[in-house]
């Protein structure tokens, strides 16, 4: 089956059946080529520029990653009332968000199960995608089947003559996704044989235990756009501080980049984290031109208060958690060398409840541009300099400690994904 489009999901499917063999070669190169990349980081050298702009090695880490890894894809107040939900697409997924009747969160396909029109498509689709809806039935807009909350078929029109409706409801309904909620951050994955997440993130359960992120309020969710890197590029430059003194000259002093400390990484870690304390200049970045203050997470300890918290959980989610609020990143690929960014912000409720929340946050989105600018800029730069043929095999500072750790995290998946292939051609 080489040369079968090797997009979409894994599930039901052989491995070898989904992926070009050009892509497998590739990615064995990677591998190889990478056997310093995820040493101790003064050793360490930065990934071949391959793994960043080859088409064939993306559609390699697609079935790799995003076909067996955990995915982020919202929070459980999203859709805090029954008949709450959201739709968001994964690569070619498009998936539906719920909080059923009983209260509970569900995970499903919005492929509709009759001949397979999305959802919330076509003439479905919502003007407005950054909020949740409400709705007690899913209609499909091509020929009008309907499914109840929890993804059984609820009607069906004029299929009687052919298939009774009881017959189609008893095979009938939308493909329940698997899922994990951890401190109410919702992920999935589409390979049921997976390993659970949460043991994986030991290390940031222990750091956000007392944040309360399951009981924050979510923003509306925004996409900053589609940009011209690849999504490894992104997690990278937002877990380094190596960058900040430089690309944010004027607008990172809050937190210099000495002032970032680093954390052990070890095999099987789901997350790589990293901290940054606040320096004295850090008044300047509660007080967004002389405005009122928001009450912050409360039952924080000093520590906490004092610092910003960086959480990468990839492929998907990177997490800025700091006194006041919760920035939630998602990185959604497009291709090697296009990803999107959505993102949306965790406050707590009493922040929410002020009068002021919107006009605050506000103020603070206008602060956050001018480093995000840079940082787009840079990446894309960055981007285009792994494309000539002089991009190095770099080293790193110290304080990219980071880098060398996501490197493991890949090369672990990479290996494990590489594994499974021999498997099944064996
Ligand atoms: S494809 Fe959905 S009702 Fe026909
Ligand atoms: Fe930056």
């Not at 999935?188 to 007392?210: C, Q, R, V």
């Not at 923003?219 to 997690?235: A, C, Q």
């Not at 000495?258 to 940054?276: A, I, R």
Request: charged content about 20%; aromatic content about 10%; some cysteine.
């Amino acid at each position: 089956m080489a040369g079968v489009d090797p997009c979409g999901p894994i599930i039901g499917e052989p491995a070898t059946a989904r992926l070009n063999p050009r892509a497998v070669d590739v990615a064995r190169y990677v591998v190889d080529a990478a056997i310093d990349c995820a040493a101790p980081v003064a050793e360490a050298r930065i990934l071949p520029a391959l793994a960043y702009n080859d088409s064939d090695f993306w559609e390699f880490e697609k079935w790799a990653l995003f076909g067996h890894e955990w995915l982020f894809i919202g929070h459980v107040n999203q859709v805090p009332n029954p008949g709450d939900h959201f739709k968001l697409r994964i690569l070619d997924e498009p998936i539906l968000v719920v909080r059923g009747k009983d209260g509970d969160i569900d995970v499903m396909s919005a492929i509709c199960q009759h001949r397979g029109h999305p959802l919330f498509e076509g003439l479905a689709e919502p003007a407005d995608t950054s909020g949740c809806l409400n709705a007690k039935y899913f209609v499909c807009p091509y020929h009008a089947w309907t499914y109840n909350l929890d993804g059984t078929l609820h009607s069906a029109p004029a299929m009687r003559e052919t298939t009774p409706l009881g017959k189609l409801r008893e095979e009938i309904r939308l493909p329940r996704i698997r899922f994990e909620i951890f401190h109410g951050l919702i992920f999935i994955n589409f390979d049921d044989a997976a390993a659970p997440l949460a043991p994986t993130l030991e290390k940031m359960d222990s750091e956000i235990a007392n944040f309360g992120i399951a009981d924050l309020v979510p923003t509306p969710l925004v996409s900053t756009g589609v940009f011209d890197w690849n999504w490894k590029i992104y997690h990278e430059n937002s877990l380094e501080p190596y960058h900040t003194d430089y690309v944010h000259k004027d607008s990172h002093n809050p937190a210099p980049a000495n002032l970032s400390k680093f954390y052990p990484f070890s095999p099987g870690d789901g997350q790589v984290l990293t901290t940054t304390d606040f320096g004295p200049d850090s008044a300047e970045l509660f007080d967004s031109g002389g405005q009122v203050q928001l009450p912050i997470i409360p039952n924080l300890t000093d520590e906490q208060r004092g610092r910003l918290l960086f959480i990468s959980v990839m492929p998907v989610l990177f997490l800025v958690i700091e006194a006041g609020s919760v920035l939630v990143t998602m990185s959604l690929p497009r291709s090697a060398e296009k990803t999107e960014l959505l993102f949306f912000s965790l406050f707590p409720k009493e922040a929410v409840a002020q009068p002021e929340f919107e006009s605050v946050y506000e103020e603070q989105g206008k602060m956050l541009q001018t480093i995000v600018g840079e940082d787009m800029l840079t990446q894309a730069a960055l981007h285009r300099g792994h494309r000539s043929r002089f991009s190095p095999a770099g080293r790193f500072s110290w304080l990219e400690a980071t880098i060398p750790q996501m490197n493991q995290w890949l090369l672990e998946r990479y290996r494990r994904a590489l594994d499974r292939l021999e498997e099944a051609n064996s």
